[in-house]
């Protein structure tokens, strides 16, 4: 039976709050968001209603189960009630943050507030499991981005343009040379080359990250040669490349039942963008916005 209570139970109220920290989040999320109930009753669900605000019967029973798995013995009746009351103290705290204007004007608690309720998004989005013929569809259209990259293992002699741009480009010419009769990379680096900024790892790169350090044009020339050959040198603003190709690996499909757990992955991550875009659209729908136009220019 419902009852109208301007009391609280005896005993600290510290113990609770503590415990229920953790999910005090989520259920102002859920005042937010909820609709107020018809006066005089409890929506089915429920175990209290704050100015018309249900609080609802999972949140009372996640919060008796938590305190209930911290004591050694048995609830009484009287722990019970604590919970409750600790439920109506934060309806009360969040009801009155709002009337505070908090929810508009603190960053915080809008990061907070928006952070949880992406995390509800997500949580139902668990719940989506899709079938073996969605699963292998999706690999099928999607089986580039599950693949095995491309590694590129490339080493470069680099000369600096300097002042003299013909005394550099011979110089890099007979760094090329050298390497051509199959001199190592570290020798006719030492002996012609000039030190940079931030030198090639010595490994495997994916092509995009090897384009990092040699910029564009060397990347093109490592990317025509055969394992073991070197380039001729490649002339950018900054200076002259030589490039050898250590080593390249193809970027290599990968069967279904090696990366399934991948696509599955994917597939729910996708869903869940999907769910907030139309959520986000929805809510666009019904809501009256206006905005400024032009907008106001930026320091």
Do not use: C, W
């Not at 990061?111 to 997500?122: E, G, I, K, M």
């Not at 002699?157 to 890099?172: I, L």
């Amino acid at each position: 039976m419902a009852q109208n209570r301007d009391t609280r139970a005896p005993g600290s109220a510290r113990p609770i709050l503590a415990l229920g920290a953790s999910i005090g989040l989520g259920l102002a999320v859920a005042s937010l968001l909820s609709t107020p109930s018809n006066e005089g009753e409890l929506p089915s669900g429920s175990v209290a209603r704050v100015d018309g605000v249900a609080i609802r019967s999972e949140s009372y029973a996640r919060l008796v189960a938590a305190l209930a798995a911290d004591r050694r013995t048995p609830l009484a009746d009287e722990d019970r009630r604590r919970v409750l009351e600790r439920l109506i103290d934060e309806e009360l705290l969040v009801q009155y943050a709002v009337d505070l204007g908090l929810v508009q004007t603190d960053r915080r608690v809008r990061a907070d507030l928006v952070t949880a309720v992406l995390a509800a998004l997500n949580a139902a989005t668990d719940t989506y499991e899709p079938d073996e013929a969605a699963i292998a569809e999706f690999y099928t259209d999607n089986r580039a981005y599950f693949a095995l990259p491309a590694r590129v293992h490339a080493q470069r002699v680099f000369v600096a343009r300097g002042e003299d741009a013909d005394a550099a480009r011979g110089r890099a010419g007979e760094a090329s040379r050298r390497l051509h009769n199959g001199e190592s990379v570290e020798a006719v680096r030492t002996v012609l080359g000039d030190e940079v900024i931030a030198p090639v790892p010595d490994g495997p790169l994916p092509p995009a990250k090897l384009r990092e350090y040699l910029g564009p044009s060397a990347l093109r020339a490592a990317l025509a040669l055969m394992p073991g050959e070197a380039s001729d040198p490649v002339e950018t603003p900054q200076g002259f490349h030589v490039v050898v190709l250590i080593d390249r690996t193809d970027a290599r499909e990968l069967p279904l039942d090696d990366v399934q757990p991948q696509v599955v992955a994917e597939m729910k991550r996708r869903e869940g963008d999907r769910r907030l875009r139309q959520k986000l659209e929805d809510l666009r729908q019904e809501a009256d916005i206006l905005t400024i136009d032009p907008l106001p220019a930026t320091p």
